[in-house]
């Protein structure tokens, strides 16, 4: 009933930046707060970066500074830009949001992106 789409990973050099899209379609009442999840190879997922449906934003400590979240609700889309990228940032990013849908009685489900790979390498 959700799909979320990501976009914008590649491949870049240690300092480059790279932005990254998720845009949610479907039949949904509403997209509540959305998040951005990383996870590198043998770790496990850790959350990034998430937003509220209100803007109010938190980070994991080690992109703070260098990271921004940002939305659009009327796209219903999430973006992550990404700036003074390190090897320790590749992985593959993904798209969570807690959806809520009408199926006769309303409710609130996690939804998640098909990931896209984000490679820092020089």
């Known amino acids: 009933q959700v799909q979320l789409v990501e976009s914008g990973g590649g491949l870049v050099q240690p300092g480059g930046s790279l932005r990254l899209s998720c845009a949610a379609s479907?039949?949904?009442?509403?997209?509540?707060?959305m998040g951005w999840y990383r996870q590198a190879p043998g770790k496990q997922r850790e959350l990034v970066a998430r937003?509220?449906?209100?803007?109010?934003?938190n980070y994991i400590d080690s992109v703070k500074g260098r990271f921004t979240i940002s939305r659009d609700n009327a796209k219903h889309t999430v973006y992550l830009q990404m700036n003074s990228l390190k090897p320790e940032d590749t992985g593959v990013y993904y798209c969570?949001?807690?959806?809520?849908?009408?199926?006769?009685?309303?409710?609130?489900?996690?939804?998640w992106g098909q990931g896209t790979q984000v490679t820092v390498s020089s």
């Open positions: 479907g039949r949904f009442v509403s997209i509540n707060a």
């Open positions: 937003i509220t449906r209100g803007g109010s934003t």
């Open positions: 969570n949001t807690g959806a809520t849908v009408y199926n006769g009685l309303y409710s609130t489900s996690d939804y």
